[in-house]
């Protein structure tokens, strides 16, 4: 049995994932395997699915329920495509005014579950499957007003470019996907104690747009995807100047 996995695939990006690979993906794919929370959204993203599509309405942060998972696979001996993680989520505004859930609420969604969910599923995974990790352009530099998170999606970006190194002899490929803001509902999460700088939503893209490019570095088995210019400007920015130049400059052009 060839299954897709997707976390967050409630909203956003991972559904637009479910979407986009449900019109792409011929006889190959047997059943999809969607994953978030909310049961409803599930139910009707799976009842618009013509692939075969079972929703698990769970917390991956449940060690227990990403394990019963796994027990699934085994039994019904499946074999997995492409795992795609796009559980995650950011809070802005400044540390000493973040609450200590959402501190470790997105350490351990962002970089725990990840981490968790791609190494119990990598057992299942075929010769030549694919991995598709959400980063985030924040992965690029340390940020004020959202520093935790940035800190976690330098995490997601690392792990993956590393992984996929190590996995090359399996042919299965992991792609960190970074853009910049994207419209979808983590601004709603994000921005309940605090605003997103106006300039941040200037460059918003679409999930679709997103989507489509990650989906097209994941088949050329490229390491990463970021699908903006601008994004890519920033990066190779990132790259060249010292990131505490770039952080007192940012915080000059902030005041
Ligand atoms: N939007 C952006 O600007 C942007 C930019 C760069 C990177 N990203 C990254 O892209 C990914 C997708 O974000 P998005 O923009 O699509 O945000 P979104 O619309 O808020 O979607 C987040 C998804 O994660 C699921 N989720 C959250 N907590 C979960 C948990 N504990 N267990 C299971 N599922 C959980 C949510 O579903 P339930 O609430 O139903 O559980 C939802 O499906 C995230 O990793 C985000 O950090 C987003």
Sequence with gaps: MNTI???????????????????????????????ARRKDRLEELAATMHHDTRIFAMD??????????????????????????????GKIGSFSDNRLSDV?????????????????????MVRGGRIIQMASSASFMPQTGFVVYAASKAYVRSFSLGLNEELTDRRITVTAVCPGPVDTEFFRIAEEHGSTLAIKKYFMTTPQKVVRKALADS?????ESVPTLS??????????LPHTFLLRLFRLFVR
């Design 219 to 223: 088949y050329h088995r490229r390491a």
């Design 5 to 35: 996995i997707i976390t967050g695939a409630s909203s956003g990006i991972g559904r637009e994932f479910a979407f986009a690979l449900d019109h792409i993906m011929g006889a190959k794919i047997d059943e999809f395997w969607l994953i």
């Design 231 to 240: 994004m890519r400007a920033l990066q190779v920015l990132c790259k060249l």
């Design 60 to 89: 991956v942060n449940d060690a227990d329920a990403v394990e019963s998972l796994t027990d699934e696979l085994a039994l019904r001996s499946g074999r997995v495509c492409m795992l795609i993680n796009a559980a995650g989520y």
């Design 104 to 124: 470790e609420g997105m350490i351990r969604l962002n970089v725990e579950a990840l981490s968790r969910m791609t190494k119990v599923i990598l057992p299942f």
